[in-house]
């Protein structure tokens, strides 16, 4: 297995277009994870699946953000009507539940992809 | 929900030196886990360590080394002897009852030849 896989890994778009990007996690992982990461800070949280099912979605998951994960392997996170303020790198991470603690996550992340609005 | 400083937004060394990064967590969970992640310049976040609330014992796996303590709700992390290879942002993270992890905003570690 070659890890997490983002496609594309770049990518620049004029305001008010759409983008999508696709994740393939590792394949015995049924959770995965999107998260956002702008310049000098941290990653935050936007969304997660077990399987195909979406479980939690952040306040910053705005309406213009969907998520999808059909047939609980690859996921694919659209953003509509792209804004400035959604530059930043889009990175997915996956693991796989075991039955321990919720907490105990060790994600395995994807080298991420980055989104240039002009 | 948790919360995670790394007050320390920059920090340089010269190679050999040893290098210990701040972080301190909220939480209100008793049960919560604490993670070290790396991430160098291609951009993917590599784990390194994990601590579980209830393990205050502090460890050394090869040049790394963290210091747990609950009291000062404080989970440092250190590597010891850097290498040029080494730097990178490092970010302390929690997680506990929430599913997903917290991330602080990153300690970048340069190691100057």
């Known amino acids: 297995d070659t890890g997490v896989s983002q496609d594309p890994r770049h990518k620049i778009t004029k305001r008010g277009q759409n983008v999508t990007f696709r994740c393939d996690p590792i394949?015995?992982?049924?959770?995965l994870y999107w998260y956002r990461q702008t310049l000098g800070q941290g990653p935050e949280f936007l969304t997660y699946f077990q399987n195909e099912a979406q479980l939690e979605k952040s306040r910053l998951l705005s309406d213009r953000f969907s998520a999808e994960r059909p047939k609980g392997s690859f996921s694919t996170l659209e953003i509509q009507r792209t804004e400035q303020g959604d530059s930043a790198m889009y990175l997915c991470?996956?693991?796989?539940?075991?039955?321990?603690?919720?907490?105990?996550?060790?994600?395995?992340f994807g080298a991420g992809s980055r989104l240039t609005v002009l | 929900a948790q919360k995670v400083t790394q007050a320390q937004t920059e920090i340089s060394v010269v190679e050999k030196e040893d290098v210990t990064l701040d972080c301190v967590y909220e939480t209100r969970d008793t049960t919560y886990y604490l993670f070290w992640y790396k991430q160098p310049p291609s951009g993917e976040l590599v784990f390194l360590i994990r601590r579980n609330s209830f393990d205050e014992q502090n460890e050394i796996s090869g040049r790394y080394s963290w210091n747990f303590q609950k009291s000062t709700s404080s989970f440092n992390f250190t590597i010891t002897a850097s290498q040029v290879v080494d730097s990178a942002v490092y970010f302390c993270a929690a997680s506990g009852s929430a599913r997903q992890l917290t991330f602080g905003s990153g300690t970048q570690l340069t190691v100057l030849p």
């Open positions: 991470a996956s693991r796989k539940t075991s039955g321990g603690h919720t907490g105990a996550n060790v994600l395995t």
């Open positions: 394949s015995e992982h049924n959770r």
